[in-house]
């Protein structure tokens, strides 16, 4: 969805993005606490939820650049 929002020029994109990356980020808070509060924790969530917070923030910083504009 970021994607579409971010190439096609849509009206209202940038906001389109940065709810889609609130939402994002309220449900990793949301799925830490569950599975601390419960004792659901797991190697495979250990390992992997450092990895999907650092593509969240990777995708965040990437997000706002115009594909036309300077290169990155």
């Known amino acids: 969805?970021?994607?579409?929002a971010l190439l096609e020029k849509t009206s209202?994109?940038?906001l389109l993005v940065a709810?889609?990356?609130?939402v994002a980020s309220l449900t990793?808070?949301?799925?830490?606490?569950?599975a601390?509060?419960?004792?659901?924790?797991?190697?495979?969530?250990?390992?992997?939820d450092p990895i999907a917070?650092?593509?969240?923030m990777i995708a965040a910083e990437l997000?706002?650049?115009?594909p036309g504009g300077?290169?990155?």
Request: proline residues 2%; aromatic residues 10%.
């Open 1 to 4: 969805m970021l994607v579409v």
């Open 12 to 14: 209202g994109g940038d």
């Open 19 to 22: 709810v889609v990356f609130a």
């Open 28 to 34: 990793d808070a949301i799925d830490g606490y569950l």
């Open 36 to 48: 601390r509060s419960r004792n659901w924790v797991t190697t495979f969530g250990k390992m992997m």
């Open 53 to 56: 917070d650092k593509l969240l």
């Open 63 to 66: 997000a706002p650049r115009d």
């Open 70 to 72: 300077a290169e990155i």
